[in-house]
C-alpha cells in the first residue's frame, strides 16, 4: 500500500523516496519504486533523477536499478561518527562482552523504533533479527523498552502511539495500557528484560544511557538463547550492563553529545 505523501514540500518527497530504496536492502526497479510511491510517475522519475545527480542514489543502467549513491554513504559515515553513541561506546561494549561472553547491542531510539547501532556476538554466537544498522520494534524489544520508560511526557507519549503492537510471540505486548505499566516498571527498576517478545528463544537484559540530568541517549542490552540461559540468570548481570551503561553515559557527556 501507497504511503501518504510528505506535508514537507520536495525535500520531504525527496527523503521519503530515499527512505524507500534504502529500506529495501537491494537494487530497485523504477516500476517497483513506482507501485510503494505516494507520488504520480512523473514527480518520482524527477526526485529519482535529483537524488542520482546529487550522488544520493546510484543507477545502474544495465540493470535499470537505483541503490543509495556514494555521498549517501559517506554522509552515514560522517552522523555515525558525529550523532551515533557507537564510536563513543565501543571500548565498554568490548569489555562487557568479554566479561559476559554473549551478544551485547547497543540501540538509539528513532521514530519510536529501535536503530540497532553497533552489536558484539557472543563467543558462541546464535541467529537473530538484530544487526548494526537495523531497525527493531520499541515496544518487543528490552532496548526499546529500556529507552521508552525514561522518555519525558509528550515524548514517551509519542513513542507509545507509534508502537504497531502485533503480536510476533504469546509474550508480546499488544496494548498500549500494557506497554505503560511495564515502562513505569522498567523505570523504577533500572533495568529492562525482553522475555521472548519479539523472537521465540531469545531472551536479554537492557539498561538505559542516561546523562546526569536524566535524559537518556539510548539503551543497551545482553542477549542470550533460553537454551543458554534463564531470565534469573540473566538477571544476575545487572551490575554489569548498568555500570557499562554508566561508563558510556560519561564519555558521552565529556564528547557533549548531541541532543
Keep these: 500500500m501507497n504511503k501518504p505523501a510528505s506535508s514537507d514540500g520536495t525535500v520531504g518527497k525527496a527523503l521519503e523516496t530515499l527512505d524507500m530504496v534504502a529500506e529495501l536492502g537491494r537494487p530497485v526497479r523504477f516500476t517497483e519504486l513506482l507501485a510503494m510511491s505516494p507520488h504520480p510517475k512523473?514527480?518520482?522519475?524527477?526526485?529519482?533523477?535529483?537524488?542520482?545527480?546529487?550522488?544520493m542514489l546510484a543507477y545502474d543502467e544495465a540493470?535499470?536499478?537505483?541503490?543509495?549513491?556514494?555521498?549517501?554513504?559517506?554522509?552515514?559515515?560522517?552522523?555515525?561518527?558525529?550523532?551515533?553513541?557507537?564510536?563513543?561506546?565501543?571500548p565498554h561494549l568490548d569489555a562487557l562482552a568479554a566479561a559476559v561472553g554473549e551478544t551485547v547491542h547497543l540501540a538509539q531510539m528513532d521514530r519510536g523504533?529501535?536503530?540497532?547501532?553497533?552489536?558484539?556476538?557472543?563467543?558462541?554466537?546464535?541467529?537473530?533479527?538484530?544487526?548494526?544498522?537495523?531497525?527493531?520494534?520499541?515496544?518487543?524489544?528490552?532496548?526499546?523498552?529500556?529507552i521508552m520508560a525514561h522518555l519525558e511526557g509528550e515524548a514517551r507519549q509519542n513513542a507509545i502511539n507509534q508502537q504497531?503492537?502485533?503480536?510476533?510471540?504469546?509474550?508480546?505486548?499488544?496494548?498500549?495500557?500494557?506497554?505503560?505499566?511495564?515502562?513505569d516498571e522498567i523505570r523504577s527498576e533500572g533495568v529492562a528484560f525482553d522475555r521472548e517478545e519479539h523472537e521465540p528463544g531469545i531472551i536479554c537484559i537492557a539498561a538505559p544511557i542516561l546523562t546526569e540530568g536524566g535524559r537518556v541517549l539510548g539503551a543497551l542490552s545482553v542477549t542470550t538463547s533460553t537454551s543458554r540461559q534463564s531470565l534469573e540468570q540473566l538477571s544476575d548481570l545487572r551490575?554489569?550492563?548498568?555500570?557499562?551503561?554508566?561508563?558510556?553515559?560519561?564519555?558521552?557527556?565529556?564528547?557533549q553529545f548531541p541532543t
Design 113 to 146: 523504533q529501535v536503530l540497532y547501532v553497533d552489536k558484539r556476538n557472543a563467543v558462541d554466537p546464535i541467529e537473530m533479527f538484530s544487526q548494526a544498522g537495523k531497525v527493531g520494534p520499541g515496544y518487543c524489544t528490552g532496548v526499546g523498552k529500556a
Design 42 to 55: 512523473a514527480t518520482l522519475y524527477r526526485l529519482l533523477q535529483t537524488l542520482t545527480n546529487q550522488g
Design 239 to 255: 551490575p554489569k550492563v548498568q555500570s557499562t551503561a554508566i561508563k558510556i553515559a560519561e564519555t558521552a557527556e565529556v564528547w
Design 63 to 90: 540493470r535499470q536499478t537505483y541503490s543509495p549513491g556514494l555521498r549517501l554513504v559517506r554522509l552515514a559515515h560522517f552522523a555515525w561518527r558525529q550523532s551515533s553513541l557507537a564510536p563513543i561506546a565501543r
Design 164 to 183: 504497531a503492537f502485533f503480536r510476533h510471540t504469546n509474550t508480546t505486548l499488544t496494548t498500549t495500557e500494557a506497554l505503560e505499566a511495564e515502562l
